[in-house]
């Protein structure tokens, strides 16, 4: 097989075309992109109203951008919206007044270390308004008072999510997962829409054994809604891959699923080698595949990328643009893509591991996560910072999410050390935390109901 130069020019230019819009979790901007999907393969679109609960989270409130701008001392606009649709923090509260330099100061957001580059922020779940824009122009702002507006609306609607089931001889799934939430970003995650579109096009015309199944999901809050709407199709998942930033020049990256050793691991990981790419092990940190593998759910689903997320200087910046992927890579991850799933088929699938929380450690220090299913909200319990998008300091939040991913009541504190290389200090601390906070209880006070069966209901 070599990679298709018209696939590769057909993703490129939908890249480019979707682009501009200033999508979000939710949103008008979210529907535009899904509905451009739609053109491609018949993908069914649904729409989950702001308030529903799911699993530990809530549909929020629905955001829409009319437009956003700041007017400098002499009225030279400075900042707008629709030269970039990363200018706006993500989930903007609606704003309009005057304020000085230093008042507007505290709500921009700007890369010292890159000052041409806008970065990418978002404030989903803390009401705040803020501007993003390049550090060098951030600096030049004179004093003198400023006119701003930021003209977003914020309130009950929906959550979209989009799906498409190409059915197979049997009922086993392959849950192919992407991201839709990124306003104006390229590979992270156009790419990986336009590939999933590709290779749902491609399957759709092939007999196959399995099942795929294609969920185009905002980041998170998209995929736990999924979860918490499909108990019955979890069950069927025999495999499945996260994808993202599959547009760059780098080689291609597997990182495992929590369970490390499922047909989807094993395939991807030779698959992904044997075209020059690296392999990795789980962390519960990531895109979507974190979602899937939770405790409760221990879905074997990996995350398929090139340059992983947050290791290209480009990521969740403006410089992540339609000039920063190729019509070439995305060809060459639609091939591996196509070649993993082949894979797959010919191997047969993993049957579901249904999670059976153990009980004895043993006398060892161990937990039991009260909230198996999905990641818990952290947010809404003080334990995750307010602004999305940044990479650093995340040790401490990685650290919970260890914890909350591996206390299944089958390791223990220790071993928790061991699979994640974490100092146990800082493990500890994060437990410490996280049963403050109710979500973990100690293994052997923990109640013979938790982690009710999700398929039941
Ligand atoms: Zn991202």
């Not at 000052?115 to 978002?122: A, Q, S, V, W």
């Not at 491609?202 to 108990?231: C, D, E, H, K, Q």
């Not at 969740?316 to 060809?331: M, Q």
């Not at 299944?408 to 200090?425: C, E, F, K, Q």
Request: proline share 9%; hydrophobic share 40%.
């Amino acid at each position: 097989m070599s990679p298709d130069a018209g696939a590769g020019a057909r993703m490129h230019a939908l890249v480019r075309e979707l682009y501009p819009l200033p999508r979000s979790i939710t949103g008008d901007a979210v529907r535009q992109t899904l509905a451009r999907a739609a053109e491609i393969v018949p993908l069914a679109v649904s729409e989950v109203p702001s308030g529903t609960p799911v699993l530990d989270w809530t549909v929020p409130e629905e955001w829409n951008l009319r437009g956003a701008w700041i007017d400098g001392p002499d009225g030279t606009r400075v900042v707008d919206a629709r030269d970039h649709a990363l200018h706006v923090l993500g989930y903007s509260v609606p704003f309009r007044g005057r304020l000085t330099r230093d008042e507007l100061d505290q709500h921009l957001h700007s890369l010292p270390d890159a000052p041409e580059l806008i970065p990418y922020r978002t404030s989903y779940y803390a009401p705040r308004w803020g501007f993003c824009l390049p550090d060098r122009l951030r600096r030049a702002l004179p004093d003198g008072e400023y006119d701003v507006v930021m003209d977003t609306s914020l309130g009950p609607g929906h959550l979209t999510l989009g799906e498409v089931v190409i059915p197979g001889a049997t009922e086993d799934e392959i849950l192919i997962s992407c991201h839709v939430c990124h306003p104006a970003l390229a590979n992270d995650n156009l790419s990986s829409l336009a590939v999933a579109l590709e290779a749902a096009q491609t399957l759709t015309g092939r007999p196959t054994s399995l099942t795929y199944r294609f969920v185009f999901a905002p980041g998170t809050i998209g995929a736990i809604t999924w979860l918490a709407r499909n108990p019955a199709v979890i069950p069927r998942i025999a495999g499945g891959l996260a994808i993202s930033n599959l547009g760059d020049s780098g080689s291609l990256t597997y990182r495992s699923s929590r369970r490390g050793d499922a047909t989807m691991d094993n395939v991807a990981r030779d698959e992904v080698r044997r075209r020059g790419g690296s392999a990795r092990e789980f962390t519960p940190y990531g895109y979507d595949e974190r979602q899937y593998c939770a405790p409760g759910f221990n879905l074997p689903v990996g995350l398929l990328s090139r340059t992983p997320w947050g290791e290209f200087p480009e990521y969740h910046t403006s410089a992540d643009n339609p000039d920063f992927v190729t019509a070439e890579a995305l060809a060459d991850s639609l091939d591996a893509l196509l070649a993993i799933l082949a894979g797959v088929e010919a191997a047969g699938p993993t049957p579901p591991d249904r999670p059976r929380p153990g009980r004895d450690a043993g006398g060892a220090e161990a937990y039991l996560n009260l909230a198996p299913y999905g990641e818990p909200q952290l947010g809404r319990r003080g334990l995750y910072s307010a602004i999305g998008g940044a990479t650093d300091g995340k040790e401490a939040e990685l650290a919970m999410l260890w914890v909350l991913s591996l206390s299944d009541g089958d390791h223990t504190m220790v071993d928790i050390a061991l699979r994640s290389g974490m100092p146990a200090t800082t493990l500890a601390a994060a437990a410490s935390r996280l049963q403050a906070a109710g979500l973990i209880v100690p293994l052997a006070e923990a109640p013979t109901d938790a982690w009710p069966d999700p398929w039941s209901g």
